[in-house]
T-cell receptor
């Protein structure tokens, strides 16, 4: 079945450590997104990519980095500069609808929960 | 600043009743509005999309309305069932790169 796979499900970060969250999709979608979800808040956009080898900062990119070397993969690195990394991280992708994306829904993975040790 | 509010953090109703969830927004002009369902520990799943020029959309027991004058969308689940218990998120879409999510309403349907 087509879908988005995020791994690991749970991740623990030590102080001063960088950690990388994996996101793979086999939906042949061009656009991919990373969100952070905190209790009582809406999903907040960290980074997005609309094409291979290109990505843009979202609303809360500080302390995070991404790469898009392959269409299927969009890994997120949480760097030591992110001082409050504890959250639920969601990866999503979206297909092209007619001439624009915006009428297409986003397909989400099942998230990675990151905690500080 | 842009603001999206979903009526309440939690809503409890009795099985068989209609659940009505509200999504209000300010300082934003969406072209589309989407509703998602999210179960604990899982990612959101798309349910319905409604365009700015549409008043109402239905899918099985689900109904969505969109009033751009009131800046409000209502999401109804008729004949609710315990399996409908989840968090429901509204998302406003202005263009390719601008999609904003509400914090969600946690619905509990009691048998």
């Amino acid at each position: 079945d087509g879908g988005i796979t995020q791994s690991p499900k749970y991740l623990f970060r030590k102080e001063g450590q960088n950690v990388t969250l994996s996101c793979e999709q086999n939906l042949n979608h061009d656009a991919m997104y990373w969100y952070r979800q905190d209790p009582g808040q809406g999903l907040r956009l960290i980074y997005y990519s609309q094409i291979v080898n290109d990505f843009q900062k979202g609303d809360i990119a500080e302390g995070y980095s991404v790469s898009r070397e392959k269409k299927e993969s969009f890994p997120l690195t949480v760097t030591s500069a992110q001082k409050n990394p504890t959250a639920f991280y969601l990866c999503a992708s979206r297909g092209r609808g007619d001439l624009i994306y915006s009428n297409q829904p986003q397909h989400f993975g099942d998230g990675t929960r990151l905690s500080i040790l | 600043s842009q603001k999206i509010e979903q009526n309440s953090e939690a809503l409890n109703i009795q099985e068989g009743k209609t659940a009505t969830l509200t999504c209000n927004y300010t300082n934003y002009s969406p072209a589309y509005l989407q509703w998602y369902r999210q179960d604990p520990g899982r990612g959101p799943v798309f349910l319905l999309l409604i365009r700015e020029n549409e008043k109402e959309k239905r899918k099985e027991r689900l109904k969505v309305t969109f009033d751009t004058t009131l800046k409000q969308s209502l999401f109804h689940i008729t004949a609710s069932q315990p399996a409908d218990s989840a968090t429901y998120l509204c998302a406003l879409v202005r263009n390719n790169n601008d999609m904003r999510f509400g914090a969600g309403t946690r619905l509990t349907v009691k048998p």
